[in-house]
């Protein structure tokens, strides 16, 4: 009898944490279980790939709550700067709010297995392709060209993920802050 | 007897090396002397810390490299986008050297261990705010207002460290190409 599936999210979403918190290697797989209150023999039903196939699943998981966040602020916002913005301020709170300790959502997973381990790095591509994408297309509907936006989409990826990891260094959400703002100053050039 | 200091520099070498590549939590202590050649009790000699200790030292060694690294460039280079622009270039020529697998030089450390561990943050603080100087000095002397050169700066480390990221995750240096391209735009944009 296959345990509920409810176990799958569960420990999809321990794992999203608690990689995101201190990191792939350093969160052992049965510190993932007992953190998701599945019951131990679920995790091999499962992932019968083990750890390796969890990690792939947490970016995934990962990918796609920044692709809902992103989603829903270019519907409530006016223009790519005011999205750009609304993000960082919304990434600046949560880190605040965690004391600077639960940074970025999926990149210490793949600074520690891309490209080396191939699910892993697919699922980090999907994400950020998919994430760069939304973005470009919002900057399209500002007028920017196409190519451009592409551009400034992959910038802008880079600045934020980079600003995250400033953020935990500096214990302080103003490198996002900043980002943000030069990034719509950029953007407002490139109309 | 004290064993000669070059062993300790050669166990920081090994360290900056192995955890660039692979991270902190996933290197072990064994490795990293194994790795070095430092004969095994010279370890805690130099590092009674331990493997802490050596994540701090590591973060600073990686720090004075990208500082030299971006003194060096802004000797050679005329302005800060050509600065930024052979900056992004010696990066893209390295990842692609190592297959991508020999990223951002403290990055995943920091990641892993800030702001928790406190040797470790505050060497990260200490070579990320070296760098944003040198940084900020040279678009001063392009003719930019000192409180946008430290803003300038700021962006310039969060793209450089995330565009590092998207190089392992991508396998290619686009996004360090990319980022210093636009990166130099907004310069202009700033005098």
């Known amino acids: 009898m296959p345990p509920p599936a409810k176990h799958r999210d569960a420990i999809v979403d321990a794992a999203v944490r608690l990689f995101r918190q201190k990191g792939y290697a350093a969160t052992g797989l049965a510190e993932i279980v007992e953190a998701s209150g599945a019951p131990k023999g679920s995790v091999y039903h499962y992932f019968p790939?083990?750890?390796?196939?969890?990690?792939?699943?947490?970016?995934?998981?990962?990918?796609?709550?920044v692709l809902g966040t992103v989603r829903g602020l270019?519907?409530?916002?006016?223009s790519a700067g005011e999205l750009v913005t609304a993000h960082a301020e919304l990434l600046a709170a949560?880190?605040?709010?965690?004391?600077?300790?639960?940074?970025?959502?999926?990149?210490?997973?793949l600074l520690e297995n891309a490209p080396q381990d191939g699910p892993i790095t697919a699922a980090g591509q999907d994400a950020l392709r998919a994430w760069s994408g939304e973005l470009a297309?919002?900057?399209?509907?500002?007028?920017?060209?196409?190519?451009?936006?592409?551009?400034?989409?992959?910038?802008?990826?880079?600045?934020?993920?980079?600003?995250?990891?400033?953020a935990r260094v500096e214990q302080s959400g103003l490198p996002l802050i900043i980002a943000a703002q030069e990034l719509s100053r950029l953007y407002l050039a490139s109309v």
Do not use: C, N
């Open 137 to 166: 297309a919002r900057l399209e509907r500002d007028g920017v060209a196409s190519d451009r936006a592409q551009r400034l989409a992959s910038l802008t990826l880079s600045a934020l993920e980079g600003a995250l990891v400033q």
């Open 74 to 78: 270019a519907e409530s916002t006016q």
């Open 94 to 109: 949560w880190m605040a709010q965690s004391g600077y300790r639960d940074g970025a959502p999926m990149t210490t997973v």
């Open 49 to 65: 790939g083990g750890k390796a196939a969890i990690g792939a699943a947490a970016v995934r998981e990962a990918g796609r709550r």
